[in-house]
Antibody, heavy 124, light 109 residues
Framework: QVQLVQSGAEVKKPGASVKVSCNTS????????THWVRQAPGQGLEWMGW????????KYSQKFQGRVTFSADAAASAAYMELRSLRSEDTAIYYCARGRRVVVTAIQYYFDYWGQGTLVSVSS | QSVLTQPPSVSAAPGQKVTISCSGSSSNIGNTYVYWYQQVPGTAPKLLIYDNNKRASGIPDRFSGSKSGTSATLGITGLQTGDEADYYC???????????FGGGTKLTV
């Protein structure tokens, strides 16, 4: 069965970086884009971007451009999200999700399987 | 400020029906499919509805989705206490070339 298992909770100081891993099984990582979505405490879902592990293509939300990097290791069936220059507003649960590609008027994605989430806390 | 607009909360009695609305624009809902996710507090979101009105694997037919113009609706019939959760609509915005979500609706049964 399809599973996405994320790394454990992190506590970081402002200005530091964090790298979250997403280990997948039950499907071939290179066949689907891996998306990252975050959720601040008590808030809604916020899309961060995606990576295609097959060719290394990435797309970042403008909000995080320059501060986030997605990477993947196809042999290990794992994807990674690194966020730099952390600030208190980055405190959130970070989810990886498998993206199903759909072509309507343009290419779009929806998220059919999700990781369990990784809590990143940023505090001095 | 979410790109898609949902009511913050809805409530209904067990066994009743409820609908949750999701409003967008021509750059998102008006020209793409809509998706619905259920998030039980403390857990990850789960796909409920894809491509406007198709139920994801294992989702009972008490859940339904529809779309008209730039709005979409999630319907839940025969409400059960286990349906208490936050519900999010989501889609793709072609102007932003980005995934977008509603702010979420808390369902109380």
């Amino acid at each position: 069965q399809v599973q996405l298992v994320q790394s454990g909770a992190e506590v970081k100081k402002p200005g530091a970086s964090v790298k979250v891993s997403c280990n997948t099984s039950g499907y071939t990582l290179t066949t689907y884009a891996t998306h990252w979505v975050r959720q601040a405490p008590g808030q809604g879902l916020e899309w961060m971007g995606w990576i295609n592990a097959g060719n290394g293509d990435t797309k970042y939300s403008q909000k995080f451009q320059g501060r986030v990097t997605f990477s993947a290791d196809a042999a290990a069936s794992a994807a990674y999200m690194e966020l730099r220059s952390l600030r208190s507003e980055d405190t959130a649960i970070y989810y990886c999700a498998r993206g199903r590609r759909v072509v309507v008027t343009a290419i779009q994605y929806y998220f059919d399987y999700w990781g369990q989430g990784t809590l990143v806390s940023v505090s001095s | 400020q979410s790109v898609l607009t949902q009511p913050p909360s809805v409530s209904a009695a067990p066994g009743q029906k409820v609908t949750i609305s999701c409003s967008g624009s021509s750059s998102n809902i008006g020209n793409t499919y809509v998706y619905w996710y259920q998030q039980v507090p403390g857990t990850a979101p789960k796909l409920l509805i894809y491509d406007n009105n198709k139920r994801a694997s294992g989702i009972p037919d008490r859940f339904s989705g529809s779309k008209s113009g730039t709005s979409a609706t999630l319907g839940i019939t025969g409400l059960q206490t286990g349906d208490e959760a936050d519900y999010y609509c989501g889609t793709w915005d072609r102007s932003l070339s980005a995934g977008v979500f509603g702010g979420g609706t808390k369902l109380t049964v």
